[in-house]
């Protein structure tokens, strides 16, 4: 079957770095999807990873592991406003997004 | 990126009535999906919303229940059917539109509540 495991809520003290996990199983593989969604709101794209390796875009940055059916979503100099659902989602083989239940990041003063 | 519109916002609903949701894109896309999302809960796919053809629905999800219309590249529209309080959630249309799928947008959502 397919499924996606990421945990269930995280905190985190303003201006910390924190690591969201995520790993997946899917029918074939097409990418790896980052969304923030604040409650009440619709979800807003993060990242995009198809290609092991790390990438980074501003204080979010995201990595990949194939191999390992592994991503995480990595979080600098955390700001209250960071604080919100962080949804993963793999497209599997036939383009279909598979979503993982979400991790809410409590951010601490 | 694709900005997208839906309407209504929210609407509160009686049992058994019908309301039809809108989807519209700012430029013409490949795949509209239709999520939901229950509260406290991550994303349900009901159906990709095909151009021309019918709606792909996934398993749980029926036609006759969720009728789906895409007249063009760019609208889109879902009708909750015959409405009971477990359809209360929040409904998302979605496009992709990078040529790898690579681009996925979200509108704001629809809140439904029935009574």
């Known amino acids: 079957g397919q499924n996606i495991d990421q945990p269930t809520e995280m905190t985190a003290t303003e201006g910390a770095i924190v690591q969201i996990n995520c790993t997946y199983q899917t029918s074939g593989f097409n990418g790896l999807f980052w969304y923030q969604q604040h409650a009440g709101e619709a979800p807003t794209f993060l990242s995009y990873n198809v290609l092991d390796g790390l990438e980074e875009k501003g204080r979010f940055s995201s990595f990949l592991s194939r191999s390992k059916g592994y991503s995480y979503l990595l979080l600098k100099e955390l700001q209250m406003k960071d604080s919100a659902s962080y949804l993963c989602a793999a497209l599997d083989s036939n383009y279909q997004l598979i979503w993982g239940a979400g991790t809410k990041l409590i951010i601490k003063p | 990126s694709a900005v997208i519109s839906q309407k209504p916002s929210r609407d509160i609903c009686q049992r058994g009535t019908s309301l039809t949701i809108q989807c519209q894109v700012d430029?013409?896309?490949?795949?509209m999906f239709w999520y939901r999302q229950q509260p406290g809960q991550s994303l349900t796919l009901i159906a990709t919303a095909n151009q021309g053809s019918e709606a792909t629905y996934e398993s749980g999800f029926v036609i006759d229940k969720f009728p789906i219309s895409r007249p063009n590249l760019t609208f889109s529209t879902l009708t909750v059917s015959n409405m009971s309080p477990e359809d209360s959630s929040i409904y998302l249309c979605?496009?992709?539109?990078?040529?790898?799928?690579?681009?996925?947008?979200f509108g704001p959502g629809t809140r439904l509540t029935v009574l």
């Open positions: 430029s013409q896309v490949t795949m």
């Open positions: 979605s496009v992709t539109s990078g040529e790898d799928y690579n681009e996925q947008f």
